[in-house]
T-cell receptor, first 115, second 115 residues
Framework: DTEVTQTPKHLVMGMTNKKSLKCEQHMGHRAMYWYKQKAKKPPELMFVYSYEKLSINESVPSRFSPECPNSSLLNLHLHALQPEDSALYLC??????????????FGPGTRLTVT | KNQVEQSPQSLIILEGKNCTLQCNYTVSPFSNLRWYKQDTGRGPVSLTIMTFSENTKSNGRYTATLDADTKQSSLHITASQLSDSASYICVVSDMTTDSWGKLQFGAGTQVVVTP
């Protein structure tokens, strides 16, 4: 099974709401990633977790708060977002970070709209 | 400046025809190069991954080539099908950031296959 699942598929939230995006994989991967993708643009890396510890934070605003409760789950908590945060949020996983042979498997994404 | 440049930005081809997409990169030192296919609103799906020593790799009707000396790659689609309509993204890793799982994404080539 090479599947990464994400919920919800679509999310509409107001600027004062608090919501969470969820990502799950059962491939035994120890590295998990959050990306943000605007229309017609490539994905932008936000966070990387390695062995459930935050490894990279690409200077993401604090209104985005990642959490990795265990090796299979990755959450992204959202609070006080802005309309410009509307985008497709992609989760990915790989066996580990580093080494050329480790493929990143992407989930289908959550389409987020901030009103 | 983006270290991964793709061309053309978009193209339209007739079903059954072949096409070739180009990727030029300046990423150094080079680790590996990947081609992903991304359907609209979905996560990217890996087509091929090549390291420095590989100069061609196939996945069904998709064939990728790599010239590490000129820092160029191409993706050739043979006998195109309607389902090939998607964005094709070239992704390059370098030997330094690869250890942190950070990939350099091209902007993608949008391919539309028409009946």
């Amino acid at each position: 099974d090479t599947e990464v699942t994400q919920t919800p598929k679509h999310l509409v939230m107001g600027m004062t709401n608090k919501k969470s995006l969820k990502c799950e994989q059962h491939m035994g991967h120890r590295a998990m990633y959050w990306y943000k993708q605007k229309a017609k643009k490539p994905p932008e890396l936000m966070f990387v977790y390695s062995y459930e510890k935050l490894s990279i934070n690409e200077s993401v605003p604090s209104r985005f708060s990642p959490e990795c409760p265990n090796s299979s789950l990755l959450n992204l908590h959202l609070h006080a977002l802005q309309p410009e945060d509307s985008a497709l949020y992609l989760c990915a996983s790989s066996q580990e970070i580093g080494l050329a042979s480790y493929e990143q498997y992407f989930g289908p994404g959550t389409r987020l709209t901030v009103t | 400046k983006n270290q991964v440049e793709q061309s053309p930005q978009s193209l339209i081809i007739l079903e059954g025809k072949n096409c070739t997409l180009q990727c030029n990169y300046t990423v150094s030192p080079f680790s590996n190069l990947r081609w992903y296919k991304q359907d609209t609103g979905r996560g990217p799906v890996s087509l091929t991954i090549m390291t420095f020593s590989e100069n061609t790799k196939s996945n069904g009707r998709y064939t990728a080539t790599l010239d590490a000396d000129t820092k160029q790659s191409s993706l050739h689609i043979t006998a195109s099908q309607l389902s090939d309509s998607a964005s094709y993204i070239c992704v390059v890793s370098d030997m330094t950031t690869d250890s942190w799982g950070k990939l350099q994404f091209g902007a993608g080539t949008q391919v539309v296959v028409t009946p």
